[in-house]
């Protein structure tokens, strides 16, 4: 137990999910052990052994999809992504030729297999690189099945506890327990890492990318107080942190779906949805509508493009949320980290330069032409009006190509999405077309800083507090003051209560989050004048570094510290 006079050990990382919540620690336990090089003897049985394989790999898909059934949203679709990878042939079949042309043993076998499956997606870069860190998972869950080996995966304690890992596998982010897990701690992955994207969707202080040598300081059962919003790690905090993180903990903030500065400039606080429960999610959260409507969740887990029917059907399920009020839908963002068999192509050497988003109408328009039909009828079956944008939008040309095809189907109000460097500095040209835009913080800063953000070595460049990026979003947005027409962000940016108010100053309308975040974003807008944020913008826009901008917006808003953001 902690002593009013410690003086507890500090640690740091990359805050990226926000809260103050002390706890013990439990470290993940080490992944499988590699198994030996063994051989089969002479009397066994190859295609037996080879059918433990294939049974073996069953078992993990069955197991990961029951678990998809249970969890909601981008949990759901990361554990079917999962599920899939167990089922791929080229990780099985690989294997079973090395049962019988090397006469391995199973599990040796399929680490092999995983091996040189991982090798071959890492070749590939971008998306597919990123998928090596489920092969991993998926080898282990296979090779604990064939030992008999317990199921690697997240402690299973009585207590709450605070989880430190190396890394977080998506499946395993998918089935974090919130009543269990009240915080964690991975010394690898960036800030938008789909592991931070889940843990503000639920709500849960995290901080990543601190490197080994952090997390090895932390043992199990040590008392550690974690801030997500400043990144830092206190060991043995004192009694005087841990009361205030208690009396944090006990407030609870609401949305009244009233967002607005101080002075009464409306600024809409929006959700991002990627499915009917989590729109319905929204609503109950106070949500002023939908300002990002994900419908590729919708076809994720799909071989084949679904059918203008079964379209409508889960578009309405959205809509009905939000009876008169704004859901702004964007068109499939197919390609990069979230690949459809039947639109994109996974051999593309980077494919998040490549045919993704808009870009797949250059070989397939009639995927999008029945999405646009798709969305009218659930529209015109709904009370809500859509907004209906199209990303990865690049030119001139190709923001009044969307917009008039969206018009053809009676989708009378077309936008774009803003996530390439071209389209914010093109602003005044795109609006002459586009109706609105959202802008993607997270690609948007990907491209600008040329830097994966999905690669934890760079996730000190995969913020948008970096100038560049604002500069650019402030051009955006002075390209549509002359139009009249309104700049919404549906980033993870719009979530940090701070830079909200940054991006209110530069002339952003509306602001689309995790539903969770809503009441903390609120909370400070209302705190401050529309003055204020533009005075913090050009603070902002002014700094020389992502950090000089974040301290010194942070030091203009002493409520953080009062909220505990």
């Not at 059934?69 to 599920?83: I, N, S």
Request: hydrophobic share 45%; with cysteine; proline share 6%.
């Amino acid at each position: 137990m902690a002593t009013p006079d410690a003086t507890p050990t500090s640690l740091s990382g990359i805050g990226v999910s926000p809260g103050l919540v002390a706890g013990p620690v439990a470290r993940m336990a080490p992944g499988i052990t590699e198994p030996p090089i063994e051989l089969l003897d002479a009397s066994s049985d190859l295609d037996k052994e080879c059918e433990r394989v294939a049974a073996a790999a069953q078992t993990v898909k069955k197991g990961l999809e029951l678990s998809a059934a249970e969890a909601k949203g981008e949990g759901r679709v990361l554990l079917e992504t999962t599920a899939q990878m167990a089922a791929d042939p080229t990780l099985t079949s690989t294997a079973q030729a090395m049962i019988r042309e090397r006469r391995l043993v199973p599990a040796r076998a399929v680490w092999e297999s995983a091996g040189t499956l991982a090798s071959m997606l890492e070749s590939l870069g971008g998306y597919m690189a990123e998928r090596t860190r489920d092969v991993a998972d998926v080898r282990d869950r296979i090779v604990a099945v064939l030992t008999g080996s317990p199921m690697p995966g997240i402690p299973r304690l009585p207590e709450p506890f605070v989880l430190v890992a190396e890394d977080l596998a998506p499946a395993d982010t998918a089935l974090l327990d919130p009543e269990k897990v009240v915080a964690f701690i991975t010394s690898e992955g960036g800030p938008t890492s789909h592991t931070a994207i889940l843990a503000r969707a639920l709500g849960m202080p995290a901080i990543v990318g601190t490197g080994q040598e952090v997390t090895d300081q932390l043992s199990d059962g040590d008392i550690v107080l974690v801030d997500g919003t400043k990144g830092t790690i206190a060991i043995d905090p004192s009694e005087d942190q841990l009361r205030r993180a208690r009396e944090l903990a006990s407030r609870v903030r609401v949305f009244n779906g009233d967002g607005a500065t101080k002075d009464g400039r409306e600024v809409q606080l929006l959700a991002n949805v990627g499915d009917a429960a989590g729109a319905r999610t929204a609503a109950e959260a106070g949500a002023m509508g939908v300002g990002l409507f994900r419908t590729e969740f919708c076809f994720l887990d799909q071989p084949d493009e679904p059918t203008v029917e079964e379209q409508v059907e889960a578009y309405r399920g959205v809509l009905e949320a939000f009876p008169g009020k704004k859901v702004v839908v964007r068109t499939l963002d197919a390609g990069a980290d979230k690949p459809l068999p039947f639109l994109t192509d996974a051999t593309e050497a980077n494919p998040a330069l490549g045919v993704r988003a808009y870009r797949t109408t250059r070989r397939d328009p009639d995927v999008l032409d029945h999405q646009l039909e798709a969305l009218a009828q659930a529209e015109a079956q709904t009370e809500a009006k859509v907004w209906v944008m199209a990303p990865m939008i690049s030119t001139a040309e190709e923001a009044q190509a969307f917009t008039e095809k969206a018009r053809s189907y009676g989708l009378q109000t077309a936008g774009m999405m803003i996530e390439v460097p071209s389209a914010a500095l093109m602003a005044d040209k795109m609006f002459e077309h586009a109706d609105f835009a959202s802008i993607g913080t997270n690609d948007l800063t990907q491209y600008v800083m040329a830097a994966d953000r999905l690669l934890s070595s760079l996730a000190d460049l995969s913020t948008a507090w970096q100038p560049a990026v604002l500069r650019l979003i402030q051009q955006a947005c002075q390209g549509a003051a002359p139009h009249g027409r309104p700049v919404g962000v549906c980033g993870e940016a719009a979530a940090d209560p701070a830079l909200a108010c940054v991006l209110v100053g530069l002339g952003v309308a509306s602001l689309s989050m995790t539903s969770r975040a809503l009441p903390d974003v609120d909370a400070v807008l209302k705190s401050v004048d529309f003055a204020d944020c533009q005075r913090l913008a050009e603070i902002a826009v002014g700094s020389a570094t992502a950090d000089d901008a974040r301290t010194a917006v942070r030091a203009e808003l002493p409520i953080l510290e009062e909220l505990g953001l």
